[in-house]
Nanobody, 122 residues
Framework: QVRLVESGGGSVQPGGSLRLSCRVS????????MAWYRQAPGKERELVAA???????QYRDHARGRFTISRDNDANTVDLQMNKLTSADTAVYYC????????????????WGLGTEVTASA
């Protein structure tokens, strides 16, 4: 069974920084794309940033220049460094990973963490 566990959420003042971390554990063959999503109250879940197997990254406009996504393939972790946080960044942040699992050649599936809350307010 594959599990994703996030950590690092919390409350900061506007302009502050937080670092989120997510670890993939369990039985699996490999990990492809890893990403962070967020869901603010009353809004749909949206992509924040993604990082591919080759290290290339993708950012939504609201994250570009302020957030940095990174991964450690040996530790099966993905981090999100968030700087210059504003109230608009307040949301539950979810880790996502495309994981190859199962018997034989396995199958690719998307897995999600339970989320970690980030609040930026004065």
């Amino acid at each position: 069974q594959v599990r994703l566990v996030e950590s690092g959420g919390g409350s900061v003042q506007p302009g502050g920084s937080l670092r989120l971390s997510c670890r993939v554990s369990g039985s699996f063959i490999g990990i492809s794309t890893m990403a962070w999503y967020r869901q603010a109250p009353g809004k749909e879940r949206e992509l924040v940033a993604a990082i591919f197997n080759d290290g290339n990254t993708q950012y939504r406009d609201h994250a570009r220049g302020r957030f940095t996504i990174s991964r450690d393939n040996d530790a099966n972790t993905v981090d999100l460094q968030m700087n210059k946080l504003t109230s608009a960044d307040t949301a539950v942040y979810y880790c996502n990973a495309r994981v190859r699992h199962g018997k034989g050649w396995g199958t690719w599936s998307d897995f999600w963490g339970l989320g970690t809350e980030v609040t930026a307010s004065a």
